[in-house]
T-cell receptor, first 113, second 113 residues
Framework: GIQVEQSPPDLILQEGANSTLRCNFS?????LQWFHQNPWGQLINLFY???GTKQNGRLSATTVATERYSLLYISSSQTTDSGVYFC???????????????FGRGTQLTVWP | DVKVTQSSRYLVKRTGEKVFLECVQD?????MFWYRQDPGLGLRLIYFSYDVKMKEKGDIPEGYSVSREKKERFSLILESASTNQTSMYLC????????????FGPGTRLTVL
């Protein structure tokens, strides 16, 4: 498979603070996605970002595929940002199964009012 | 809007019962996936399917089987449920070509007593 490592494993912030979550991966990838798992367990798609930079409101993400990492930025955090953030990648391998994602262990974010 | 639905949010079964978890997607996606999520272990792939009647084992297929008789529906079957199959089960789908975004259902929390 492919190794996906996320850091930090836990992050505690006060409302209004900014944060950066990191995802390192061990091989070249076709796809990289960031998800937020809500309190009910559903994975919400944040970004589909195999390379480059994207922004969506207070969230933005950058993937540097050549250096095998991605960053998720959360600015002016709110209590509703709390939850687990997952990074997942699809390995770039012609012989591999199409679309299969490998997940990191996640970053547990807690935002206090 | 993209939609993946799962038959139950919460399910309680007894040891030895046969359990069916159903997943339906309305996006005409070729690929469908079943994951389980456990604390400290992240998401692990059980089975996936890239076409009707096709299936491939993931990382932890033991104790499970799957069925894909129609393109939109992917069923996970626990032939004889055991307590170590108590977990959160997540279904996902994506288009056939690699490098495409994967979308998740709301999840089923299964408890086996």
């Amino acid at each position: 498979g492919i190794q996906v490592e996320q850091s930090p494993p836990d992050l505690i912030l006060q409302e209004g603070a900014n944060s950066t979550l990191r995802c390192n991966f061990s091989d070249s990838v076709n796809n990289l996605q960031w998800f937020h798992q809500n309190p009910w367990g559903q994975l919400i798609n944040l970004f589909y970002i195999p390379s480059g930079t994207k922004q969506n409101g207070r969230l933005s993400a950058t993937t540097v595929a050549t250096e095998r990492y991605s960053l998720l930025y959360i600015s002016s955090s709110q209590t509703t940002d709390s939850g687990v953030y997952f990074c997942a990648v699809e390995r770039n391998d012609r012989g591999s199964t199409l679309g299969r994602l490998y997940f990191g262990r996640g970053t547990q974010l807690t935002v206090w009012p | 809007d993209v939609k993946v639905t799962q038959s139950s949010r919460y399910l309680v079964k007894r040891t030895g019962e046969k359990v069916f978890l159903e997943c339906v997607q309305d996006m005409d996606h070729e690929n469908m996936f079943w994951y389980r999520q456990d604390p400290g272990l992240g998401l692990r792939l059980i089975y996936f399917s890239y076409d009707v009647k096709m299936k491939e084992k993931g990382d932890i297929p033991e104790g499970y089987s799957v069925s894909r008789e129609k393109k939109e529906r992917f069923s996970l079957i626990l032939e004889s449920a055991s307590t170590n199959q108590t977990s959160m089960y997540l279904c996902a789908s994506s288009t056939h070509t690699s490098g495409n975004e994967q979308f998740f259902g709301p999840g089923t929390r299964l408890t086996v007593l």
